[in-house]
Each structure stands twice: as structure tokens, then as C-alpha cells.
């Protein structure tokens, strides 16, 4: 493997639904030679959705503005949304790098539009 940043990624690695092993540890050792940061964790599945959070809103970031309307005041609704949903689902989530820090994250956004409303 090449990297041409610095770092060029970051990983979090770990194995599902929860633990890591001699695999994941393998696997984190050929992306550390190669320049990556990569965490393994034996509690794999907040990172794995804080991720679908991160994702989500970069997705909505695409979605049009109505006229009139700040993109940052949707955006912060379409945030508080996710995270109410986590949260009713009683899911634990991690922010991207939030990791190593316990979070209580677990408001998770509820969105009444996946809800059926």
C-alpha cells in the first residue's frame, strides 16, 4: 500500500458485533504501515453508526434549500432529526474520532419521516 497524505485515512476496526482478534489486529498493522491512523476497538458498532450519521448528513447537505430558508438552520434541524431517531432506538453512537471518549451520544436523532408520519 501507498499513502500520499498525512495521514491519508483513518480506520476504526473491530469485529461484529462486538471484540477484536488476530485478524483485526493484522489488518490494523498493514494500514499503520502504510501511513493510516487506525484504532481497533472491541466495541465496533458506535463507530459503525456514527458513521451512518455522518454519512446521513452529508447526504442532506445535497438536498435543495427552499428559497428563503438557511442552509445552516436545515442542516441543524436534519442533524437533531438523526439523533433523536438513534437515541428512540436506544442506539449508541460515536461522532467520527470521538472514539476513545465514553460518549452519551444516545439521543440519536428521530426523524418522523422514517417513522411512517
Do not use: C
Not at 495521514?7 to 477484536?20: C, E, H, I, S
Not at 487506525?38 to 452529508?58: D, F, Q, Y
Not at 434541524?77 to 433523536?84: F, I, P, T, Y
Amino acid at each position: 500500500m501507498e499513502s500520499r497524505g498525512n495521514p491519508p485515512g483513518r480506520f476504526v476496526l473491530g469485529k461484529y458485533p462486538d471484540g477484536t482478534d488476530a485478524l483485526i489486529a493484522a489488518v490494523a498493522a498493514v494500514l499503520r504501515n502504510a501511513g493510516y491512523e487506525v484504532e481497533v476497538t472491541p466495541e465496533i458498532m458506535p463507530s459503525k453508526w456514527g458513521k451512518l450519521v455522518e454519512n446521513l448528513a452529508n447526504a442532506s447537505a445535497l438536498l435543495p434549500t427552499p428559497p428563503g430558508r438557511r442552509l445552516n438552520r436545515i442542516a441543524l434541524a436534519r442533524a437533531n432529526r438523526r439523533q433523536e431517531i438513534l437515541a428512540r432506538a436506544g442506539i449508541r453512537w460515536l461522532r467520527n474520532g470521538s472514539h476513545r471518549k465514553p460518549s452519551n451520544n444516545v439521543t440519536p436523532p428521530h426523524d418522523d419521516s422514517l417513522a411512517g408520519r
